[in-house]
């Protein structure tokens, strides 16, 4: 087991730096995100010591799960599942530096609140829609200037940037529009210079679909098969409203 992850890592890291090469990138622009979904405490620490500190659940409670098996020392975590209103307290419970998944304003009200409650903020990333797929979250793109700037007006929360999860197609000429839509957008954002709003950091890009995405400007790559294997249940399980198993 251990080795099968240290041997994909390095398989994955190989992809990775070809991919910055060809796009004339540094390698260090681009950070890897260890998508854990289903993944046990002790696989994700191995992967953690090969050298990739920051982790990215779907789930609350496997958020909780795996918190006291991890630890908080060796690792940064994000959130990057579909958010529901009543969870958000414990998010901010178990160590999660940045929400990628920002997408509506109730969850935004909300979170202003318990982070004011805390007196503390937090790091935010404003996902949108690239694929125009309705089994996917996040912002339409013709809507999402306006929602950053709705959210720039939340003073507990920090918007680092944007994330999307580009089409599922093996095609190419399918899913690099997506990618590139995300880059307009941020490109949109940064001219209107909004306080409280950097927009540094493009989180896009997984295990099927990461070259392309390094191309079109991902700083965060977020992959979980290619790393630790198959899971078996269907993403929808972890995109749907309700997380049910469809
Ligand atoms: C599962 C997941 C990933 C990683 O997907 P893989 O295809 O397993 O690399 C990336 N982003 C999100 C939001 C995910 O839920």
Known sequence: MEANIKNNL???????????VQANRSRDEVKLLLATKTVDAERIKIAIAQGYPLIGENKVQELRDKYEGIGTDNCTRH???HLQ????KDILKYGVSCIESIDR????EKLQQLLERDDRTMDVLIQVNTS???SKFGVAPEQAIDFI????TYDRLRIKGLMTIGLFSAEERLVRPCFQLLKRVQQEAIVLNLPNVEMNELSMGMSHDLEIAIEEGATIVRVGTAIFGERI?????YWNEEGNVI
């Open 79 to 81: 959130f990057i599942g």
């Open 149 to 152: 700037k709705e959210v720039a």
């Open 132 to 134: 125009d797929e309705d």
């Open 105 to 108: 304003i109730s969850v935004v």
């Open 233 to 237: 249940y269907p993403d929808s399980y």
């Open 10 to 20: 390095s398989i994955l890291e190989k992809r990775i730096t070809a991919a910055c």
């Open 85 to 88: 209103t009543n969870k958000i």
